[in-house]
Structures are given as C-alpha cells and as structure tokens.
Antibody, heavy 126, light 113 residues
Framework: QITLKESGPTLVEPTQTLMLTCTFSGFSLTTTKVGVGWIRQPPGKALEWLALIYWDNDKRYSPSLENRLTITKDTSRNQVVLIMANMDPVDTATYYC??????????????????WGQGAHVTVSS | DIEMTQSPLSLAVTPGEPASLSCRSSQSLLHSNGYNYLDWFVQKPGQSPQLLIYLGSTRASGVPDRFSGSGSGTDFTLKISRVEAEDVGVYYCMQALYSSLITFGQGTRLEIK
C-alpha cells in the first residue's frame, strides 16, 4: 500500500523560503523507473505541476518556477523535500506530493501520477 | 507551454444519464511512438485528485468501466456512460508530452441534477 504525507509550515511570511517534506511508504526511490512529484492548487483554482525527481536523481522543474525551486530526495528516510524560495501571497495553496509510476508498453516506458498525499495547506502572509 | 482548455467549465447531469467532457491542447499530444500523453483526474469534494485515465484511453486500476477516454492529437474526451452521485467533483486533464512541461486544464465541475 503506497502512502505519501506532506509536512511543513502552514504559514510563511513573504520573501521567506518554504521547505516541504514528503514522507512516503510502500515504495522506494531506489527502485528503477519511480518518481515523486509536487503539484499545488491555490484555493478554488486548478492544479499546477511544480517539480519531479526520479530514482536516478533526474530532476525536472516547471519552467515558470525553476529559479525558485529545489527538489531533493533522501532514500534512507523515504523522503522528498521541496524548497521554494522568495514566497509570495500568490503562492498560497495546497501542496501535494505525488507518486509517479512507470508502466512498460511495447518498447517504451510511460509515467503517470497515481498516488497522492492528502496535501499541505500553506498560507503566505505577513 | 502547452495550454490545456477544458469545456464546459461546469456540467449538471441527471443520475443514469451520460456525460461528456472535452479537453483540447494547444499542440498535438501524439508522440512519435503512437501514444497520446494525456491523463484524466477527478478531484472529489474535500479529497486529493485521483487518476482515472492515462495515455488518453487506458483506465487506471479500480476505475469503473463507465469511464472511458478517447481522442488523439489535440482533442480528447472523457465520457461517463451513466453518471452516479459519487461522480460529483472537478475533472482535470493533464498533458505530459514533455516531462519538464506538465500542464493541467482548468477543470470541469460535474454536478448532479
């Protein structure tokens, strides 16, 4: 059974740096073709993909936020950390940690987001 | 960025009736390998999103067969053959043609009449 849980501050002041931790179980980030991503959702708005990290430490970032984001993994603790610098009130959102699964089809490997955490609510305000 | 546009933005359906949700992308999601890199999710009230369909038409594990995905290139459809009360929520399409350019649509809210 795969589970993911986000943790971190609920309130951050503008210009501060946010650090969110995703603690997961039921899989390992040492297993090939596995990844963990972060997706956020401002109140009443749509989903926005932020970052991905794969078993081989390949990292991908949303181009619009790339200069503010850092994603890392700690395989011994089964954790993935997202750091977002220079927080602004528009960054107020629920931040989700998501498992990225691979499936082989013919000679290709496809990925999709299957298991989601419950989400961490983050408010940016002074 | 590849922009995803969903329509309608909201939809009210009588239980037992079908529903059709549309998703259009600003560029083709059909890869040279013949697969469309388009997924569908539903976010039920108060819950995290959950995967319904991946690669345009493959149902995720445990998803009822009343849900089906179709389309290719830039035009995709999610169909619910017979809507049930538990299907209430916001449905999102997502493209992942390029792993560094994942984008979601704005969502379609499904309500029950």
């Amino acid at each position: 059974q795969i589970t993911l849980k986000e943790s971190g501050p609920t309130l951050v002041e503008p210009t501060q740096t946010l650090m969110l931790t995703c603690t997961f179980s039921g899989f390992s980030l040492t297993t090939t073709k596995v990844g963990v991503g972060w997706i956020r959702q401002p109140p009443g708005k749509a989903l926005e993909w932020l970052a991905l990290i794969y078993w081989d430490n390949d990292k991908r970032y949303s181009p619009s936020l790339e200069n503010r984001l850092t994603i890392t993994k700690d395989t011994s603790r089964n954790q993935v950390v997202l750091i977002m610098a220079n927080m602004d009130p528009v960054d107020t959102a629920t931040y989700y940690c998501v498992h990225r699964r691979s499936v082989p089809v013919a000679d290709t490997v496809f990925y999709f987001f299957d298991y989601w955490g419950q989400g961490a609510h983050v408010t940016v305000s002074s | 960025d590849i922009e995803m546009t969903q329509s309608p933005l909201s939809l009210a359906v009588t239980p037992g009736e079908p529903a059709s949700l549309s998703c259009r992308s600003s560029q083709s999601l059909l890869h040279s390998n013949g697969y469309n890199y388009l997924d569908w999710f539903v976010q039920k009230p108060g819950q995290s999103p959950q995967l319904l369909i991946y690669l345009g038409s493959t149902r995720a594990s445990g998803v009822p067969d009343r849900f089906s995905g179709s389309g290719s290139g830039t035009d995709f459809t999610l169909k619910i053959s017979r809507v049930e009360a538990e299907d209430v929520g916001v449905y999102y399409c997502m493209q992942a043609l390029y792993s560094s350019l994942i984008t979601f649509g704005q969502g379609t809210r499904l309500e029950i009449k």
